[in-house]
Every structure is written in structure tokens, then in C-alpha cells.
């Protein structure tokens, strides 16, 4: 939030805390209109990321993690990415960023009447570029799931 100080100076209107939750609510963006080309703006190029359990594997570099991302995404109707709650920690060029999720997907096709749901945490390392905040490592643990994940994304069923 912009305040004054005593002395009549203003803080920033777009603080770091600002420009790293910007760039993490990007990423729902560019998920649910399928804007591909945006996760440039989201994932620096040697981004490591993990999804799902915590024995999930590691997906490493962007190209590699939007042809994850799209595996599952490509196969399903609309898709809805909410993110809350989050915290964000500022050290200098790094930041660390915590939020809620809720996610909801539709089923393509013959299976347009059936959903998936999933509620969990992203948990974000970024670091300051010349073309500003980027995530360098993300986990998402999911919480709680509703729905049918197999018929939905195509992945397995839990």
C-alpha cells in the first residue's frame, strides 16, 4: 500500500511485493486462456517446478514445464485458476511468494458435464530480471481434490 512518510515522500505506487503477486497471478492468466506465449513472463528460462505429491518429479526449464502444463491442459474444457491469501517476502533480487489456489476444470467432449476441483499451495522462489520478477522454482501441493481428474485431464486416477 502507497503511504506518505512524515517527510511528504511517497512510497512506490508498484512495489516489489506488488510485481511478484502480479507475476504469479499471470500464470493463471496464461493458463486459462491457453496464452502460452505468456509463461515467458512468468517462468525464468531454467525454472524448476513441481506439481501434485511431494513425491512428484521435478519438471525443469520453461519449455519443458509449458509442455507439461499443456499435457494436461490441452485434453480438458475451460479451466479456472484462483489464487488468494498471498505472502510475499522481498531479499534484495530474490522474493519468496505463498498463496492459495482453487482450481477448477471442465471436461472436452463427452465429458463436458464432468469436473475436476483441486484446493492446494503454490510455494514460489523468484528472482528480479531485466524484464522484471520471474518464478525459478515452484511447488503446488494439492490439498483436497473433487471431481474426476482422470476424465477430466487425462492423468491418473487417485
Same mark, same amino acid.
Given at each position: 500500500?502507497?503511504?506518505?512518510?512524515?517527510?511528504?515522500?511517497?512510497?512506490?505506487?508498484?512495489?516489489?511485493?506488488?510485481?511478484?503477486?502480479?507475476?504469479?497471478?499471470?500464470?493463471?492468466?496464461?493458463?486459462?486462456?491457453?496464452?502460452?506465449?505468456?509463461?515467458?513472463?512468468?517462468?525464468?528460462?531454467?525454472?524448476?517446478?513441481?506439481?501434485?505429491?511431494?513425491?512428484?518429479?521435478?519438471?525443469?526449464?520453461?519449455?519443458?514445464?509449458?509442455?507439461?502444463?499443456?499435457?494436461? $491442459?490441452?485434453?480438458?474444457?475451460? #479451466?479456472?485458476?484462483?489464487?488468494?491469501?498471498?505472502? +510475499?517476502?522481498? !531479499?534484495?533480487? =530474490?522474493? /519468496?511468494?505463498?498463496?492459495?489456489?482453487?482450481?477448477?476444470? $471442465?471436461?472436452?467432449?463427452?465429458? #463436458?458435464?464432468?469436473?475436476?476441483?483441486?484446493?492446494? +499451495?503454490?510455494? !514460489?522462489?523468484? =528472482?528480479? /530480471?531485466?524484464?522484471?520478477?520471474?518464478?525459478?522454482?515452484?511447488?503446488?501441493?494439492?490439498?483436497?481434490?473433487?471431481?474426476?481428474?482422470?476424465?477430466?485431464?487425462?492423468?491418473?486416477?487417485?
Amino acid at each position: 500500500m502507497a503511504t506518505s512518510s512524515d517527510s511528504g515522500h511517497h512510497a512506490p505506487a508498484h512495489t516489489d511485493r506488488d510485481a511478484v503477486t502480479e507475476t504469479v497471478t499471470r500464470y493463471t492468466y496464461a493458463l486459462d486462456d491457453r496464452d502460452w506465449a505468456l509463461l515467458d513472463e512468468v517462468f525464468a528460462p531454467d525454472a524448476v517446478v513441481r506439481y501434485g505429491a511431494a513425491a512428484a518429479p521435478e519438471v525443469r526449464g520453461r519449455a519443458d514445464i509449458v509442455a507439461m502444463i499443456r499435457s494436461f $491442459l490441452d485434453r480438458c474444457g475451460p #479451466s479456472q485458476h484462483l489464487l488468494g491469501n498471498h505472502i +510475499v517476502d522481498i !531479499d534484495g533480487d =530474490t522474493a /519468496s511468494s505463498v498463496c492459495k489456489a482453487r482450481v477448477l476444470h $471442465l471436461g472436452a467432449g463427452d465429458n #463436458s458435464n464432468i469436473t475436476y476441483e483441486c484446493v492446494g +499451495v503454490y510455494r !514460489d522462489r523468484l =528472482t528480479r /530480471s531485466a524484464h522484471g520478477w520471474r518464478i525459478i522454482e515452484r511447488t503446488f501441493v494439492i490439498d483436497i481434490e473433487l471431481g474426476d481428474r482422470h476424465a477430466v485431464l487425462g492423468g491418473p486416477t487417485r
